[in-house]
């Protein structure tokens, strides 16, 4: 019999701090066990974009207390985790690192597989998870500077028709 898959996971790759528990289900089937997001939009308007210092100083001030409440949220200790995720890039590197080094430490802590995620690829894939959109499909993906129109073949196998 197949076993449950739980991951922590933890985004920060910009203005918003985010940590979710998801778990893929002995089917196979995804469920989001709670998904915490912290945007930091209104803190930003005054400059008119993204301020990178004061955001990567923003995921440092919350993600904490978010990776706590996802956690609460899906009653679940950090020994009941098969893996920790965080967005490995691209980003800004402030916010990137507050994240990666948050979830590898919580890895390493509780002798827990970490993995690193493409910030796209996770846009790519996420149909998949929230309306079980099985590949392959045609994707616009806008996300920052990112652009993308891309044809998602399989996990992994990405053909990309149009960038900005």
Same mark, same amino acid.
């Given at each position: 019999?197949?076993?449950?898959?739980?991951?922590?996971?933890?985004?920060?790759?910009? /203005?918003?701090? #985010?940590? #979710?528990? +998801?778990?893929?289900?002995? $089917?196979?089937?995804?469920?989001?066990? =709670?998904? *915490?997001?912290? =945007?930091?939009? %209104?803190?930003?308007?005054?400059?008119?974009?993204?301020?990178?210092?004061? %955001?990567?100083? #923003?995921? *440092?001030?919350?993600? /904490?207390? !978010?990776?706590? $409440?996802?956690? /609460?949220?899906?009653?679940? &200790?950090?020994?009941?985790?098969?893996? +920790?995720?965080?967005?490995?890039?691209?980003?800004? +590197?402030?916010?990137?690192?507050?994240?990666?080094?948050?979830?590898?430490?919580?890895?390493? %802590? &509780?002798?827990?597989?970490?993995?690193?995620?493409?910030?796209? @690829?996770?846009?790519?894939?996420?149909?998949? !998870?929230? @309306?079980?959109? #099985?590949?392959?499909?045609?994707?616009? !993906?806008? =996300?920052?500077?990112?652009? $993308? *129109?891309? =044809?998602?073949?399989?996990?992994?196998?990405?053909?990309?028709?149009?960038?900005?």
């Amino acid at each position: 019999m197949a076993k449950c898959l739980t991951v922590l996971g933890i985004e920060s790759s910009c /203005d918003e701090t #985010a940590a #979710a528990v +998801v778990r893929l289900d002995t $089917q196979g089937q995804p469920q989001t066990l =709670s998904n *915490i997001v912290l =945007s930091q939009t %209104a803190d930003h308007a005054i400059y008119g974009g993204v301020v990178p210092e004061l %955001a990567a100083r #923003a995921h *440092i001030t919350h993600i /904490d207390h !978010l990776v706590k $409440q996802a956690m /609460d949220d899906a009653n679940l &200790h950090f020994k009941e985790l098969d893996g +920790v995720a965080a967005t490995a890039g691209p980003g800004l +590197v402030g916010g990137l690192l507050v994240g990666m080094m948050t979830a590898k430490s919580i890895a390493m %802590a &509780h002798d827990l597989k970490f993995l690193g995620v493409n910030h796209l @690829e996770g846009h790519a894939l996420t149909p998949g !998870l929230t @309306e079980g959109l #099985a590949p392959p499909y045609l994707l616009l !993906l806008v =996300s920052g500077g990112h652009t $993308q *129109i891309v =044809s998602v073949d399989d996990i992994g196998k990405y053909k990309r028709f149009g960038t900005t």
